[in-house]
């Protein structure tokens, strides 16, 4: 090679250009690039509080699904209740950006964490999952070190088999030591089924949603009986919120891909209550069309994934994603006039949300095909 | 609740701890954490070196495996010409770092793009893969405009249907332009097979890496014959290295993952001439056990991924991985005597190095079970 490079350092920064500025248009968007289309998504931010309010069941969306503090305010301007976010770093993340109700519906172990927590919770009113009487202890010995307060949800496994408890006996001993424990206070239980907000069939998640609420009400009226006042009763995701509202069952509902509509939830029946708009997209650049039904767009599994299904063309009926590598996209199309072109533009819908939104540091906000914003997603990488 | 905030805006990083320090034990780092064992790391590294230098081919690792300039800077201090990038944002992250020997092992299509690259390549002698006369000559309009030049690798497709010329005639075409054209120079051949690096029988690679091979003699001859040389003929990956450098086509390797080998690597055979060590994990914490055999892990989709297979537990022979959610990873343990216990740390084995290590911003470097070094993953997120 008879390359000669220029002597001395050079930073990235004066190297790069970013890949996009607020002003540009779609077309000056640099790829790959995370888009949010601020109309759909204004929209499903509506039509999911409207859900809410008309059964007078609190919302408090999902903040694992985005990671982005713009958007959390957004749905807590528009009602919610606050958020939920599943790790204790994470939730650091949405307590600087002024959020200051916040559940983490998750379990929380190990000495660093609860620190972390218990500090945490002398700025914002908090909420934790727990499923574990040494968990609990752990817990309320480091609250009150720390001398904050937190409330306490007893997770419940309904169905899910992942975390949670699996007795009422155990779940109603869990919340009389929450009742009595120094730092910790009583307020309800979680009652959350990831797998069933998947189930494709409009009529199967109602079933499962029933049978979900019903297995939760047992535990409520145990709970009662005992003398634990459940104030909070939380679970319910995107694909059976329209049934958990109905429920009687829930206080509180926390879907989270509702804002964005993925490919996956795309994919279900819906009924005709509540519908979404898919909002989020990849922009994405042909880079290579090396046979006529071939082409490969600059998306990989470093700005997407792919375990909940390829991404999904967009505007594009007859072109299919056939793979997803870790730079590449390979798209194939039915017939040759229908192949994208060379330096054309795609979009796609990302399989997944919550983990696309965290392999990205900057949401692409669009109005009218122009960029209006650029939202940090703040909590990108925070699992701790 | 009566949990009472402080008043007054608060910043992540008083509340949040890192999630480990120069000097920590172990014991002391907090969970999920990427963890890289350097004695088996700096053995994977002098095994790969070894090899290229036994064949007299050289070693240009991949530094997409990882996206951090501290492995690239050792792999080019045991003897490595250089690396290669997929992308111009991420390669400019390895410059900044003093690396200024990269091929960026991908085409590079669009105006932004193209202007990068060509202002990057005044800094570091950089090689491209072209497989499209357009692409070239936008390629080559690009670097004039920046005065700089840039040695072109005409990409062929040996079977991999991704990117790549599929015939001679369109290769050496293409190699001809190069020659002529200003801002580029015709260097040769990329012939990557991507999909042939998983085959799991040592036997079954052996005969796709000999085909490939001689698909690859076929073109190099051609541009023998119309008086282009080859003085690059690039290509090979961790999977059949071993056979590529004895083939007497490639005059250089670049696999990446031998330094970490990952789950989907550690599953396939391997023959005697070349075995690597697992030298990357991932570290967690049980946080939950709701029933006698299982256990779940605070490593998710969000720490790590799942398209080439779930993560493999270390060290817990009876205990299998079942489930990756996004931040939940379900253990399954044979007997209950050996399921994990609340709030012990686990590692597991990513299934896929690549995009797990772009979901982490630090990489945790222990020597002897203590934290000798954070190396920042510096080109995470870096895909345009």
């Not at 029933?210 to 995701?237: I, S, Y």
């Amino acid at each position: 090679m008879t390359v000669s490079p220029a002597a001395g350092p050079v930073s990235a920064s004066a190297l790069m250009t970013p890949a996009a500025r607020v002003g540009d248009s779609l077309a000056q968007v640099d790829t790959p690039s995370l888009l949010l289309d601020l109309d759909r998504f204004e929209e499903n931010l509506r039509g999911m509080q409207v859900l809410a309010e008309r059964h007078g069941v609190a919302l408090r969306p999902h903040a694992k699904a985005h990671r982005c503090p713009e958007v959390a305010l957004r749905q807590i301007a528009l009602g919610a209740a606050g958020i939920c976010c599943q790790k204790v770093s994470e939730a650091a993340c949405f307590v600087e950006a002024g959020i200051h109700d916040i559940h983490i519906s998750n379990e929380i172990v190990g000495p660093a964490k609860l620190a972390m927590l218990a500090r945490l919770a002398r700025h914002a009113r908090l909420t934790v999952c727990v499923d574990h009487m040494t968990a609990l202890q752990d817990l309320s010995q480091a609250l009150v070190e720390y001398d904050a307060t937190i409330g306490i949800l007893v997770e419940i496994d309904i169905g899910q088999k992942r975390c949670g408890v699996q007795s009422i006996q155990e779940a109603v001993k869990l919340g009389k030591a929450a009742q009595r424990l120094p730092g910790v206070r009583f307020t309800g239980i979680q009652a959350y089924h990831g797998g069933i907000q998947h189930k494709a069939s409009h009529d199967q998640r109602r079933q499962a949603s029933e049978a979900a609420a019903k297995r939760t009400a047992r535990f409520v009226a145990a709970f009662d009986r005992a003398g634990l006042q459940c104030d909070v009763v939380t679970g319910g995701g995107t694909g059976t919120v329209m049934f958990d509202v109905a429920s009687g069952v829930y206080t509180e509902i926390q879907p989270g891909s509702y804002a964005f509509m993925d490919g996956d939830y795309g994919r279900l029946q819906w009924g005709d209550v509540l519908t979404f708009a898919h909002s989020l997209f990849l922009l994405g650049t042909v880079m290579s069309t090396p046979t006529p039904k071939r082409a490969v767009v600059d998306i990989g599994l470093k700005s997407t994934t792919a375990e909940s299904g390829l991404p999904v063309p967009a505007g594009l009926p007859s072109v299919q994603c056939t793979g997803l590598h870790d730079e590449h996209l390979l798209l194939l199309a039915q017939e040759e006039s229908q192949r994208p072109a060379l330096g054309s533009r795609v979009r796609v819908i990302p399989g997944h949300c919550d983990p696309t939104f965290n392999l990205h540091d900057t949401l692409v906000v669009l109005r009218n095909e122009q960029v209006e914003a650029l939202w940090p997603i703040t909590a990108r990488g925070y699992s701790w």
